[in-house]
């Protein structure tokens, strides 16, 4: 059974050209291994990275709203401070099973291994798997704490309740999407609540829109001219280059190549 795709997008001021490529892969690889550890990806599960002028995205598939729940098998203590001398449990072990939260839990449900004096009581529990709202909020801080922003901007933001938030970032950040299929995820960070609300090109789109769906997100922009897939408005560029070159040799070096795809969402080649 597949699951809904997950969509998270930073919608932002233009972003520093030569490391939007990096930043864009970043945050798509950190917030997928997160999830991956959570357990709420499946095997088939892969993302996809997004990284134009003024956005950050990523696109992940097959995602659990909540993870398996799970087997824990925690060491209490060893079988002589367990119990005291009449074979009765200790103070010891009966506050060990409070602080882990099992405290009526049946002597006889404790599991006993080892030898000798490595012998040792068990709690085997089940634990709940994560879900997938409160596994993305930490996931989204983690994966902006380590992002390689080589220069922070440091700005303020009226949240909600109207309070002002210092907020820090490569830059300012307007909007935040977080979709689960077509559910919103109650995720908040830099001082935004997530929505599905984003924007198009600056001047060739009508600004801003509603994306339905995670699915229809890199459709749904490029009708809004912009190309959202880094690797695709590169090779767009470069295509077009040797189109409007009509056989003659192109100088473009990656570098340049990479510089200029991180500067234009829908590109158009012209010739003089």
Do not use: W
Request: glycine share 4%; hydrophobic share 40%.
């Amino acid at each position: 059974m597949n699951h809904p795709p997950l969509l998270l997008e930073l919608f932002t001021e233009e972003l520093p050209p030569k490391s939007l490529k990096r930043l864009g892969e970043s945050l798509s690889q950190s917030i997928y291994e997160s999830l991956k550890k959570a357990q709420l990806l499946s095997a088939s599960s892969t993302y996809q990275s997004f990284a134009s002028p003024r956005r950050l995205a990523v696109l992940i598939s097959d995602v659990l709203d909540q993870a398996p729940d799970y087997p824990v098998r925690e060491k209490l203590l060893p079988l002589s401070i367990a119990f005291d001398a009449q074979g009765k449990p200790s103070q010891a072990l009966t506050k060990k099973l409070v602080s882990l939260g099992h405290p009526d839990t049946p002597l006889d449900q404790l599991e006993r291994s080892g030898e000798g004096k490595n012998e040792a009581l068990y709690l085997n529990t089940i634990a709940t798997g994560a879900r997938l709202e409160s596994a993305l909020q930490q996931a989204l801080i983690a994966a902006i704490d380590h992002l390689p922003i080589a220069k922070m901007m440091h700005y303020q933001i009226t949240v909600p309740s109207g309070a002002i938030e210092e907020v820090q970032f490569a830059r300012p950040v307007h909007r935040i999407i977080a979709l689960h299929g077509s559910k919103t995820l109650a995720i908040h960070a830099l001082g935004i609540d997530a929505s599905k609300q984003t924007e198009g090109h600056r001047f060739l789109s009508s600004g801003m829109m509603t994306i339905r769906d995670a699915q229809q997100y890199e459709s749904q922009l490029e009708s809004a001219k912009v190309i959202a897939s880094f690797g695709k408005r590169r090779a767009y560029i470069e295509s077009e280059l040797q189109k409007a070159a009509k056989g003659l040799r192109v100088l473009m070096p990656d570098a340049l190549l990479d510089e200029v795809t991180a500067l234009v969402e829908y590109p158009a080649i012209y010739s003089c």
